[in-house]
């Protein structure tokens, strides 16, 4: 039963990444002009960009065929994380970091797909120095990777430790 829960708050873990991006995106369009930019805190603004390449805006400038490369990529990404969230083998911290890696993937791949291009609209910035813009999917993704990594370096052991201690 607990693989079953850990599945289904997987895939919801996703849908509300899809959601949250889709509705937070929408508002932007709707409400901040393209390309302008308001300061909301002094370390961080509200802006409106569209990103035709991927993470770090990579292949923005690429003319145009970077449109479908990335959503065959995101395509291909999130059959294999499905396929990772439903692997009997996999952890409950596996399978959330799966879920959010999939929710930003799938939200970013409808935005290319419905406006040809990623809206970006978060950016932080320390005086002059600003790291690239991102959106609720980004952070989705990024947080799924991050507790991934930090899973393999200190949870996996513990968890094996865990396994060992019970079998004794």
Request: charged share 15%; aromatic share 10%; with cysteine.
């Amino acid at each position: 039963m607990r693989t079953d829960c850990s599945v289904r708050l997987a895939f919801a873990l996703a849908a509300l990444v899809v959601a949250a991006d889709a509705a937070t995106k929408g508002i932007i369009a709707a409400v901040v002009p393209y390309g302008s930019s308001h300061e909301w805190l002094p370390v961080l603004n509200i802006v409106h960009l569209l990103n035709r390449g991927a993470a770090f805006s990579f292949l923005h400038d690429a003319g145009g065929w970077q449109r479908l490369f990335f959503i065959g990529v995101a395509l291909v990404a999130s059959v294999l994380l499905v396929f990772m969230i439903r692997r009997a083998d996999s952890s409950r911290a596996e399978r959330i970091s799966f879920g959010l890696i999939l929710g930003g993937a799938v939200a970013n791949m409808i935005d290319r797909i419905a406006r040809g291009a990623v809206v970006d609209w978060i950016d932080v910035h320390w005086a002059a120095h600003h790291w690239p813009a991102f959106n609720v999917a980004d952070i989705g993704i990024t947080m799924g990777a991050a507790l991934l990594i930090a899973y393999e370096l200190f949870g996996r052991k513990r968890a094996q430790q865990r396994a060992e201690q019970e079998r004794a």
